[in-house]
């Protein structure tokens, strides 16, 4: 079996840490970056747990650009461009063939949603199979997305279809493939939102200065709607017939792992003029689907089982 | 059992995110924190396994600290000051008391060696247990210790005592002691090497702009040594007679687990009083064990069955 040195030695060939800010890459006790002037600097970390947050024979490619995309969500989420990275990894054995297909997987996603992020370190160990990634990324602070500041009118917004991350999930489960034998290249639609989410950097970017408020629905619709109006003040009205779905509204709602933004716009800026530009720089179809009102609480959506997806509490 | 929301809530009341730099702590997508200006970042990850790198039923505080404690070690190895930092814990069943004691040690490791560092996110899931940890620190970049600034003529120097990381980990096996049951005010003299390590963060500052190089002897001083003399294209030369041990020889120069600091000094810091000074600001006692030559390679070292403690090929 190949070393824990050896591994690395490999991954840093594949993934050179290069940018403006990186003066010192993977190789020394630890990286060293020079943060660029007047940005803030945004942190996050998100750990996926085999047969719980992903298929253990998942093939290395998929396992990794999902692994990096619900992370660079959160980036997407506060609005931030996407910087340096760390990858821990623990694997009960690794070989050379599954580190590459690995690496195929962070340089894809990377490329396609985050040309300006650079991995600039990591941890390889022998352990249970789990990933956890760490993104920072870098925005100016008074124009960062928090989910504080939605206001009494401004509108409710969300990118792309819900409940497509669940049905990819089912779908998965349902159509006999065998996950290690998947590739990058060829994942089935349907499959697609859950194993190669597209996390919405481009959106999040064309939203500074713009949203009021802004939130990643990894935990499903109502969930973050909650979220968002607890931390803004406000209560929402929601019209559950204006959410874009595939399946159900409980799967819409609540099923999760849809990695879309929910967002808030004064009515100033949703015009249509500026919504067909918002769309337009964001990659994404955005739809209106309610309005921040003055009386606390979450108002239109059907009786739900079960509020939000708890990754934690889950069976 | 405790939800995901209701842990990361008691997390939350215990480690308030604040600090000078930290213009919004845990509770959105992400962290946002303000760069200080001038300062480049440190970033590191380290994950520990359970049964691998602790028992798996060691007491939660003393796994916070030495989850901690070996990150921090990262940063006082590149003369870092520590700054914001993120844990992702997964456990299988995690209770309320659990949490509890994992912030006791959080609180108690950064109070002792990192005041200035603040927990400003991290992940909660249900899965093997097992903690992933990432540091950033600040330094001036042309003040960062890296592995490459040794040269020819230079001192080589250590921190602390050698072999007492491997010491602790046998004595705690040897014991009899319930790991469960340890707890951080009562942490036997002889294991505190290995459960409660001590990062040498005040004695990385002091070597700002006085070490050419350093390392932390994480995997064993055999193998750093190899890893400074690599970076810096230098020899070196080493009497073991000279290196600060408990244990046998192989113990010292292949135990890991020791979280000392490797170094090298140019001549003209090296006088005794500029040592001394060293040892106070550090708050250890550092050693001198060797020089940098021109001719590459290690002299001086006994032969040794095994170079360095690769944590992921051990059985």
């Not at 403006?20 to 943060?35: K, M, S």
């Amino acid at each position: 079996m190949a070393s824990e040195f050896e591994l690395i030695a490999a991954l840093r060939r594949r993934l050179p840490a290069t940018g403006p800010t990186v003066l010192l890459g993977p190789g020394d006790d630890a990286a060293l970056i020079q943060p660029p002037p007047g940005q803030g600097q945004v942190l996050s970390t998100d750990t996926l747990v085999a047969d719980r947050h992903f298929p253990a024979d998942l093939a290395p490619a998929l396992l990794a650009w999902r692994s990096l995309a619900v992370n660079l969500s959160d980036l997407a989420a506060m609005g931030a461009e996407p910087g340096p990275l760390l990858i821990a990894l623990t694997a009960p054995d690794l070989t050379s063939a599954w580190i590459d297909g690995f690496c195929d997987g962070v340089l894809a996603c990377l490329a396609a949603h985050a040309p300006s992020a650079t991995l600039v370190g990591g941890n390889l160990a022998r352990g249970p199979l789990q990933v956890s990634v760490t993104v920072t990324g870098w925005v100016p602070p008074a124009q960062a997305l928090l989910r504080s500041g939605a206001k009494v009118g401004d509108r409710i917004f969300v990118s792309g279809t819900l409940g497509a991350g669940l049905a990819g999930r089912q779908a998965l489960g349902a159509s006999g493939l065998v996950p290690a034998e998947l590739t990058l290249a060829a994942v089935p639609a349907a499959l697609a939102p859950y194993l190669t989410p597209e996390p919405r950097v481009a959106l999040g970017l064309a939203l500074r200065g713009k949203a009021t408020a802004c939130i990643d629905i990894s935990d499903g619709l109502a969930a973050e709607l909650g979220h968002l109006a607890e931390a803004s003040g406000v209560g929402m009205r929601v019209d559950p017939e204006a959410v874009p779905r595939v399946g159900t509204f409980e799967a819409a709602l609540t099923g999760g792992d849809d990695y879309e933004l929910l967002f808030t716009l004064p009515p100033g800026e949703a015009s249509a003029e500026k919504l067909t530009a918002l769309a337009v720089l964001g990659g994404v179809a955005i739809q209106e689907i309610g309005v921040c009102e003055a009386e606390a609480g979450l108002r239109g959506l059907p009786a739900l089982g079960q509020a939000g997806w708890d990754h934690f509490s889950q069976p």
